[in-house]
């Protein structure tokens, strides 16, 4: 198409189930064209490209309100999508999707994909692949009523598979409810699998459910974000995984990001079981800055770096200002917290108002309340923290209140906490335990700290300062 065009009032129900072809109810498109009030039945198969609309080039504007997507059966090729393909500097503004899948007679969406591991297919739900496009998404709704089967996928979403940059996303109340079964091998996966661009993300319901019987690597909300300027807000995460794949979270899998900014957000009753680089809001982040959210009612396991917020953290600045962590309990054999995991060397994290309580930390090595493990040259201020009902455990080394291990031989850094409290925390280790901080290797200081109630070093009660104040109450 190629003059300004309307839809409207359209329903389709078609079947389409050839072995190969590419399938596309509408050609190509460059010019302005708008889409309502458009219900799309049936059943759509092929070994290659499934879309409503072909691959759009050239400035085109597109305007979809109102359209019901609910299929019989689904099982696309590579590059396919419900409604839209590959866009090429487009500009999208689309409102009150739905896209409700599964049945009680054919579950099977999604179910053939990529045939080998050496094949990954490309997904996207309503959009699939967007280069120099900005997209306006409001009131969508993404439904799956039974467990879908897919096969080999990479940089695939639910609502949108990738993005290069110079895409924008403006994201607004976007409920998500699914539930997938991985028969072999994910990468870049989530309600977004792959991000460039800028986007802001608010005032959305996400609950995801991920079981694979195989490894995958960055499944979250977002599987993982290239270069980006970030801003999510408002939004309620629930996420299930179990795996042992890599750099799984609730809300990024993978942040490469230098600026982004979390607010407002809540992770709750989630499941979070893989490999390494696991956190309730990242797996893995370069700097982000956190204000006013919290994780409540989560199991966090993996092998290696564990954080009820961040998994691993790489950024030269993290900040986590006014957040929480209740009732989680995280299980790893090397490095965990109930905040932060790991801290990379020469990064700078502050730390205001923030409490973990009612928690668990179990690890091997390096376990900490609100950081596992801070390599050196880090600069690190807790203002302001409380660490509550807590028990801290590490079964071979390094255990404590705040801080697992601080720093390493022969190295600096900068510890200060201020106006903290420790209370009711019990650490245990058979070496290097300490109530506020396990192993350091700098020194660090402690000014108007205080201990309460009973604390509480591999079952000795701790009645005095030792290793936190030179003032503080018991």
Do not use: W
């Not at 300004?4 to 460059?30: A, E, H, R």
């Not at 219900?39 to 609309?53: N, V």
């Not at 953290?313 to 929480?324: A, F, H, L």
Request: charged share 5%; proline share 1%.
């Amino acid at each position: 198409m190629s003059v300004d065009s309307q839809i409207s009032n359209l329903l389709l129900n078609l079947t389409f189930s050839p072995s190969s072809g590419n399938i596309y109810l509408i050609g190509q498109i460059q010019c302005v064209f708008s889409i309502k009030y458009y219900q799309i039945l049936g059943l759509y198969q092929s070994t290659d490209q499934i879309a409503l609309i072909s691959p759009i080039v050239n400035t085109s504007s597109i305007f979809v309100q109102n359209i019901s997507f609910t299929p019989y059966g689904f099982n696309p090729g590579n590059l396919s999508s419900y409604l839209f393909s590959i866009s090429n500097n487009s500009a999208y503004c689309l409102q009150y999707i739905t896209v409700i899948l599964g049945n009680s007679t054919n579950p099977q969406i999604l179910s053939q994909m990529g045939s080998t591991q050496s094949k990954f297919f490309q997904f996207g739900g309503v959009l699939n692949q967007l280069n120099s496009t900005t997209v306006n998404l409001t009131d969508t709704m993404f439904h799956a009523r039974q467990i879908l089967k897919v096969y080999y996928m990479s940089n695939s979403g639910l609502i949108i598979g990738r993005t290069i940059q110079g895409d924008t996303l403006n994201i607004e109340r976007l409920c998500v409810t699914q539930a997938l079964k991985s028969y072999a091998t994910f990468a870049y996966f989530g309600v977004i699998g792959f991000f460039e661009g800028t986007i802001q993300f608010q005032k959305s319901n996400i609950i995801l459910n991920l079981m694979s019987s195989d490894t995958f690597s960055c499944f979250s909300t977002i599987g993982a974000i290239g270069t980006s300027i970030s801003v999510f807000h408002s939004l309620k995460i629930s996420v299930l995984t179990n795996t042992g794949g890599n750099y799984v979270s609730a809300l990024v899998g993978k942040n490469s990001a230098t600026n982004t900014i979390v607010t407002n957000c809540s992770v709750y009753s989630s499941s979070l079981n893989a490999y390494q680089y696991v956190g309730g809001y990242f797996g893995f982040t370069q700097a982000v800055t956190f204000k006013f959210c919290q994780i409540k009612n989560a199991n966090i396991t993996a092998k290696i770096q564990v954080g009820g917020v961040i998994g691993y953290g790489s950024g030269s600045y993290i900040q986590i200002s006014n957040c929480s962590v209740k009732f989680v309990v995280l299980k790893t054999n090397t490095v965990g917290s109930g905040m932060l995991g790991q801290i990379q060397i020469g990064a700078t994290v502050h730390l205001a108002n923030d409490q973990v309580s009612s928690s668990t930390v179990n690890c091997s090595v390096n376990a900490g309340g609100f950081i596992g493990f801070a390599e050196h040259s880090v600069i690190i201020i807790i203002s302001e923290g409380v660490v509550s009902s807590l028990i801290i455990a590490a079964t071979s080394s390094k255990a404590g209140g705040f801080i697992g291990t601080f720093g390493q031989t022969g190295y600096g850094g900068t510890l200060k906490i201020v106006t903290s409290m420790i209370n009711g925390v019990k650490v245990i280790s058979p070496s290097y335990a300490g109530i506020a901080v396990g192993c350091k290797y700098p020194t660090y200081s402690v000014s108007t700290s205080v201990l309460r109630g009973f604390n509480y070093v591999n079952n000795i009660k701790i009645s005095n300062c030792q290793n936190f104040a030179s003032s503080c109450t018991v």
